[in-house]
């Protein structure tokens, strides 16, 4: 990594406070109240997804790896523009959740979980216990941990073991989302939407790649 200039530096503080400002906007949405019942968008399949509550640990593992480890490592192995388009896909990502969960508010009821194992405590009291059943759609865990698989798969090259490790990683998050029951499948789908064009929307915008026929 080329050493930083000043201007630089403050833009790296910048990009890490709008991550955190990005994850307080979640949370505003998540505690939000509701003059009407938000839609439930649960399908056939989703029906005969049993809870499997020891995916709580990549569950909430996510916000450390993909807001602070993954923008790190962006910088570190990667450069300075890397760096940028990881954090900037991250806060516009939440921006463009944040427009959905305005105008188009979703739930997930909860499932009843019986509490026979350490992981079923720690997936009622602090998942369900903190988190409302309330915008699911587009999912925030999946779209923060795709943008995260996205850089994380541009980085392995230069550190080939810790871009794998994490990327396995994350791609045990998307499931966990609905084994969970904190998510349906078509809440997926859309934060993997999300993800993908807030990232590679960065890229063209902040790092200018030349594409020729």
């Known amino acids: 990594m080329a050493k930083l200039s000043g201007k630089e530096k403050r833009n790296v503080y910048l990009v890490f406070?709008?991550?955190?400002?990005?994850?307080?906007?979640?949370?505003?949405?998540?505690?939000?109240?509701?003059?009407?019942?938000?839609?439930?968008?649960?399908?056939?399949?989703?029906?005969?997804?049993?809870?499997?509550s020891i995916f709580v640990i990549?569950?909430?593992?996510?916000?450390?790896?993909?807001?602070?480890?993954?923008?790190?490592?962006?910088?570190?192995?990667?450069?300075?523009?890397?760096?940028?388009?990881?954090?900037?896909?991250?806060?516009?990502?939440?921006?463009?959740?944040?427009?959905?969960?305005?105008?188009?508010?979703?739930?997930?009821?909860?499932?009843p979980v019986p509490g026979n194992s350490p992981f079923d405590w720690v997936l009622v009291h602090l998942v369900y216990g903190n988190d409302q059943p309330l915008n699911g759609f587009p999912s925030n865990h999946v779209t923060w941990s795709v943008i995260s698989i996205i850089a994380l798969w541009r980085l392995r090259?230069?550190?080939?073991?810790?871009?794998?490790?994490?990327?396995?990683?994350?791609?045990?998050?998307?499931?966990?989302?609905?084994?969970?029951?904190q998510h349906y499948l078509i809440d997926i789908y859309g934060g993997i939407f999300v993800a993908f064009s807030t990232y590679w929307s960065c890229v063209f915008l902040i790092e200018k790649p030349k594409i020729g026929l």
């Open 58 to 111: 990549p569950y909430l593992s996510f916000h450390l790896l993909a807001a602070l480890v993954v923008p790190l490592l962006s910088l570190k192995i990667g450069n300075y523009k890397a760096f940028l388009v990881n954090g900037i896909a991250i806060i516009a990502g939440q921006i463009c959740l944040d427009v959905a969960y305005f105008f188009f508010q979703t739930q997930v009821p909860r499932t």
């Open 17 to 52: 406070l709008g991550i955190i400002l990005a994850f307080i906007s979640y949370e505003i949405f998540n505690k939000a109240t509701y003059s009407y019942q938000p839609l439930i968008m649960k399908g056939w399949l989703d029906e005969k997804i049993p809870v499997i």
């Open 157 to 181: 090259s230069r550190s080939p073991k810790t871009s794998w490790i994490l990327i396995t990683w994350f791609l045990l998050i998307l499931p966990a989302t609905v084994f969970l029951h």
